[in-house]
């Protein structure tokens, strides 16, 4: 469009402040189709199954919206019921989507089973196909619903999570007051850019940034930090590996990072054009069938998701590698190095802390000093700290975590113990207990209530924790253990 008309101007003044329809309908429509514009649904429709998970011997049940688990006792009787409502579907559907359940504390849990679209079948969700895996206890953190979701609160994708802060826009409405991402892919990294999605501390947000405080427009490097193993195998390709891969690419490299990725899509289609000629002028075609692409930009199985075939990023001349036949979720202790973004020598000292001595409390202290309110560090330090028996100054970390975010609780939890430790029981007690009414679905601190129970010589109501312990969590062996030890467990 050219000219906002008059009649568009008056209207921009009641809009919702974040709407942009009005006056950009036919970006609107489209970007409304793409992934991104459907990537997350408030109470979606499910289509009804049932599934068994031999690994972890435990069936699962989809129906009217609901999600239960159960196993079978000897006699055949259903155990260890579990049964959540669906509240929201992480992904359109494109490749697939896993479900979460909003709890009545307001937290989201991820669920086990996910719909895998090319399969047209449900599955584990990545990272589920073992014997021991999250179930229904683990929370789908803050910094998965910054890539997926507009807001904290899950809800697709919008213009803002590119465009920013609109506010001089719709005021007076027209070029040059809102931002234009133009040849920037930065944009996108944001999102598409993750050098591990488990296994590693693939980045670190510079401390004091919350996780929804990126600006469209500021520099990637002030909002985090980008690591990535010293030793990247050469055929690791996950899900999320578009910008990581392309990163890898001779195009990108030699071109002084002229390729991006609007050189090849539309952000508000986000379909993809072969922009190979615009470098390539001789570029040979030895099929007009597959384009270029079809040779040097191959679709494969991702190794943190069988299920799924992506496009790897990485332009090559001649593509090698095999499909993977199982998930690879290994954790990986080697050394990390900076990836993209440049780190200063403590932030990389930080990323690389593996194991609690003396020497990473100090890393943490010295860190915590450019933000001594950062959550993630405080937490850090704080379990940190237990290991070294500093049970103190854990205690007074760990009190601020609380109360800088009340459902932090596995800091909560971390708390307890530190009380505890310092002979407090009853305190610690009080802490427990807390932390079950703020995550009545996380196992271990059952198990540490329960303990706690014990302790005071509460056997009746360690029994009782114990039990609720191995309800959510059947594969859970300290549990058990701890409950055939009470005197009068039955
Ligand atoms: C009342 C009409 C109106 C509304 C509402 C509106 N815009 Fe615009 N927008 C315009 C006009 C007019 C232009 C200038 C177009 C031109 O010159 O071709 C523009 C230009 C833009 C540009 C290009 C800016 C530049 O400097 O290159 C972007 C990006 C943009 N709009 C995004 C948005 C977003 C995002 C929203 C919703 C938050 C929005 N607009 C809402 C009328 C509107
Ligand atoms: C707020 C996070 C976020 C940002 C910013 C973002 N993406 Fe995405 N993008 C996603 C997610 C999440 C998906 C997968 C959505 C789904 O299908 O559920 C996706 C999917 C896509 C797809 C697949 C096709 C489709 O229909 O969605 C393309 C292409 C894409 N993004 C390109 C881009 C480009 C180019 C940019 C930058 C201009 C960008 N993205 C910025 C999160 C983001
Ligand atoms: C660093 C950003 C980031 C994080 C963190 C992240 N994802 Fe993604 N995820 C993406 C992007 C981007 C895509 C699309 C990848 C593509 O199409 O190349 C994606 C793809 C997906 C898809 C497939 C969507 C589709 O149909 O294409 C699902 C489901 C998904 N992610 C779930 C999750 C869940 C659940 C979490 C948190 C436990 C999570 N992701 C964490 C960025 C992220
Ligand atoms: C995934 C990131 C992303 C999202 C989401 C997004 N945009 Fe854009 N937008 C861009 C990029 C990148 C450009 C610059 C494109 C270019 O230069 O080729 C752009 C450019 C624009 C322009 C200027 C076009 C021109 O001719 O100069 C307008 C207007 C615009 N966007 C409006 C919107 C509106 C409205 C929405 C929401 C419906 C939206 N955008 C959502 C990434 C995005
Ligand atoms: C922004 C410019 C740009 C674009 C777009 C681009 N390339 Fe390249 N590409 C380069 C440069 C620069 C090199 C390195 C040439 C050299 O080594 O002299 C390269 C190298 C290659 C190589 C050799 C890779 C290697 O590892 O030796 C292949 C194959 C290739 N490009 C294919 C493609 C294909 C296919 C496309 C489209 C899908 C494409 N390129 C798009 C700039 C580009
Ligand atoms: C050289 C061209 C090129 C560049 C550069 C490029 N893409 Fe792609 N992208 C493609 C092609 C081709 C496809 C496959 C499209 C299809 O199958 O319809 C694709 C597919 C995708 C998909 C869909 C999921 C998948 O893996 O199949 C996403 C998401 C995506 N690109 C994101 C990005 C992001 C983010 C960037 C920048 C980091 C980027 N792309 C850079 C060409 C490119
Ligand atoms: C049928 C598969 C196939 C198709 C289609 C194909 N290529 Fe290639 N390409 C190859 C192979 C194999 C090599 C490596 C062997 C060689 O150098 O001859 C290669 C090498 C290259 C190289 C690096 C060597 C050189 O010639 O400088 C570039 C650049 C390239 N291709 C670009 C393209 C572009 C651009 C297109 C689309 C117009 C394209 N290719 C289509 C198979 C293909």
Redesign the pocket.
């Known amino acids: 469009m050219k000219t906002a008309s008059f009649a568009a101007l008056l209207l921009c003044t009641r809009l919702l402040a974040n709407d942009c329809r009005p006056c950009h309908a036919a970006i609107a429509e489209t970007f409304a189709k793409t992934g991104m514009g459907r990537s997350i649904t408030v109470r979606p429709s499910v289509l009804p199954a049932t599934f068994y998970h031999r690994l972890s011997n435990r069936h699962y049940t989809i129906a009217e919206g609901r999600m239960k688990r159960h196993q079978p006792s000897p006699a055949g009787a259903e155990i260890n019921v579990i049964e959540k409502t669906i509240d929201v579907a992480i992904g359109s559907g494109n490749h697939s989507i896993t479900y979460a359940t909003r709890t009545p504390q307001g937290r989201l849990l991820e669920l086990p089973v996910s719909w895998y679209s090319q399969e047209k079948a449900y599955f584990m969700s990545p990272g589920y196909d073992k014997p021991d895996h999250f179930d229904m206890r683990r929370e789908v953190v803050e910094s998965c619903l910054f890539c997926h979701s507009d807001t904290p609160e899950p809800a697709a994708i919008t213009c803002r999570r590119c465009h920013g802060d609109a506010v001089a826009h719709l005021a007076r409405p027209g070029r040059g007051n809102i931002y234009n991402p133009k040849q920037s892919s930065e944009v996108c990294f944001q999102c598409h850019l993750e050098t591990a999605s488990m296994g590693i501390v693939d980045s670190m947000r510079k401390p004091g940034r919350s996780v929804f405080s990126y600006k469209p427009g500021e520099p990637l490097a002030d909002y985090k930090l980008y690591f990535d193993r010293s030793d990247p195998p050469d055929g690791r390709f996950e899900v999320n590996h578009t910008a990581y891969r392309m990163m890898q ?3 990108y490299k ?2 002084g990072g ?2 991006g990725c609007v ?2 899509h539309d952000p508000h289609s986000a379909r993809a054009r ?3 000629g ?3 002028q001789s ?1 040979h075609t030895r099929s007009k069938a597959t384009g ?2 079809g040779c ?2 191959a679709k494969r199985k991702a190794q943190d998701a069988i299920h799924v075939r992506m496009t790897d990023h990485w ?3 001649e593509p090698k590698f095999v499909d993977p036949v199982k998930e690879n979720h290994e954790p990986y202790l080697g050394n990390l190095v900076p990836f993209y973004t440049k780190a200063d020598e403590l932030s990389l000292a930080v990323a690389n802390v593996r194991v609690p001595t003396a020497a990473s409390a100090g890393l943490y202290e010295e860190y915590l000093e450019r933000a001594p309110d950062d959550v993630p560090t405080l937490t850090a330090l704080g379990k940190t700290l237990i290991r070294l028996d500093r049970d103190r100054e854990a205690e007074a970390r760990l009190r601020r975590v609380i109360e800088l975010d009340p459902m932090e609780s596995s800091a909560r939890l971390a708390l307890a113990v530190s009380i505890g430790k310092q002979g407090d029981l009853a305190g610690a007690l009080k802490e427990m207990k807390a932390t079950v009414a703020s995550d009545p679905d996380d196992s271990y601190a059952w198990l540490n209530l329960g303990l706690t129970h014990r302790e005071l010589k509460q056997f009746p109501e360690a029994a009782a924790a114990f039990r609720e312990a191995i309800r959510l969590q059947p594969d859970f062996p300290v549990a058990r253990m701890a409950l055939a030890s009470l005197p009068a467990a039955k």
């Open positions: 690419s001779a195009c030699k071109s002229k390729l050189t090849c072969e922009a190979c615009s470098c390539h570029g270029c692409t040097h930009m332009i090559q001349r």
